[in-house]
Structures are given as C-alpha cells and as structure tokens.
C-alpha cells in the first residue's frame, strides 16, 4: 500500500474510533498497521500472529475486536468461505474486483472484468435500481485442486 493511502486509511480509521467514542490506543494502531502492511487477505489468526512478533501483550480477542471494527468502518470487509476460516480483506486504496473461491483449499482469486460490471449496470438501470455497492463471488475448484487426485 502506498504511503498516502495508508495514511488517509489510518486517518479515516481514527475518525471513526473516535465518532465511536472509542479510544486511540497503542495496540489499536498496531493492528491496523499489520492488517493493512500484509497486503492481502488474512485470517484473524494469521493477523494475530504478525502483531504478536511485535506486541507480545495483545490478545487474539483486540485483535479480532479491531478486525470487527475494520468491517463496521467500511475499510475492511470479511470474504466467508463455507465451513473455512473468514478472511478480510483491506478496502480502501484497492481497486474494485470480484472473487473466485475455491472449496477445497480456500484459494481467493482476484479478478475483474470490465464486461461484467457493465452487465451489472445494465441489469441495475433496466430494473430502475441505484446500486450502492456489489460483490460476485463464483465458489468452484482452482486449477491446483482440480488437478490433485483426492
């Protein structure tokens, strides 16, 4: 992530908190620094153990708090994948794309098709439909999956 772009996340992230009523702490920006230093989704745990390295005092529970706050803030957003661990993933900053997610290993693909997004327009104003915001996500077997014998 750029530098700007961190910054403006952390500043938005700080005005929500602090709307919120909730204080500016030390472990807080620990973990909004690492969430969004990772670059990619992650799991709660994965999180966890990047900020322990750091700040050995901070709880799976702040951590997970946070991520929570992350999603309610509109920075961050959870990508649940059937019975696996739930992702997050960093919205401010990224470009807007879909998922496909595979069943067996949990794999996220990124991907975005400009034909796609036309389509969705198209369906939104021949329906008299102002969307706000949307996610595809197209569940399946990635390539390594298919090819492993299981």
Known sequence: MYN??????????IK?????????????E????????????????ELFNIVK???PE????TVQRNLNLLCKSSLAEEIKIGKQKTKYE???????????ICVK???LIEVNDEKIEKLQDKLAK??????IKHKLEIYGICGSCKSTKQ
């Open 90 to 100: 960093q919205k401010l900053g990224g470009s807007h794309h879909d998922h496909l």
């Open 4 to 13: 700007k772009d961190k910054a403006e996340f952390k500043n938005t992230f």
């Open 30 to 45: 620990a973990i909004v620094d690492a969430f969004f230093s990772a670059g990619r989704h992650i799991t709660s745990e």
């Open 105 to 107: 290993c949990g794999r």
């Open 16 to 28: 929500y908190i602090e709307e919120k009523g909730l204080r500016h702490t030390k472990q807080r």
């Open 53 to 55: 390295k750091k700040n």
């Open 126 to 131: 021949a329906n008299n439909f102002i969307p």
């Open 58 to 61: 901070i709880g799976y529970a």
